[in-house]
């Protein structure tokens, strides 16, 4: 049991911490977090956090050279519940983004929340 508890907090920390959506907000707000949304096109569309940069993961290895000049924020992704984030964290990392964090519980925490989406 303790190795698995392990296991998926080192996954975790891999793939970027994760931070709520109240977090995420003051994050925006204070230090002018990039936000990056992993999920399809279609899922984008019917609602999306403001300013956050549509990116598919699908698209992710031919549309990297785009978040570049981000390498210095904090970049957060967001998904649609917060597990494919971490695979992407990780991708990003590997790359030099040493400040990439997820969406904890993606856009379905976000929406449960209550909190305003762009459509």
């Known amino acids: ?11 975790g920390k891999l793939g970027g911490a994760a ?8 994050l925006v707000n204070r230090e002018g977090a990039v ?5 399809d096109t279609k ?14 993961v699908s698209s992710i290895d031919a549309r ?8 210095d924020k904090p970049v957060v992704l967001v998904c649609k519940m917060g597990q494919h984030a971490s695979a992407t964290g990780r ?4 790359l030099g983004f040493e400040n990439v964090r ?4 993606g856009m ?8 305003p989406m762009v459509k």
Do not use: C, Q
């Not at 049991?1 to 996954?11: C, K, S, T």
């Not at 931070?19 to 003051?26: E, R």
């Not at 990297?64 to 390498?71: A, F, N, Q, T, W």
């Open 1 to 11: 049991m303790f190795l698995l508890v392990a296991f998926v907090i080192n996954e």
């Open 35 to 39: 936000l990056v949304d992993i999920r």
């Open 91 to 94: 991708k990003l990392k590997a």
């Open 64 to 71: 990297i050279g785009e978040l570049e000049s981000y390498k």
């Open 19 to 26: 931070i709520t959506p109240t977090n995420l907000v003051n």
């Open 102 to 105: 997820r969406l904890s519980g």
């Open 108 to 115: 379905a925490e976000w929406t449960a929340s209550s909190l």
């Open 43 to 56: 899922e984008y569309s019917s609602g999306h956090i403001a300013g956050a940069v549509s990116m598919p």
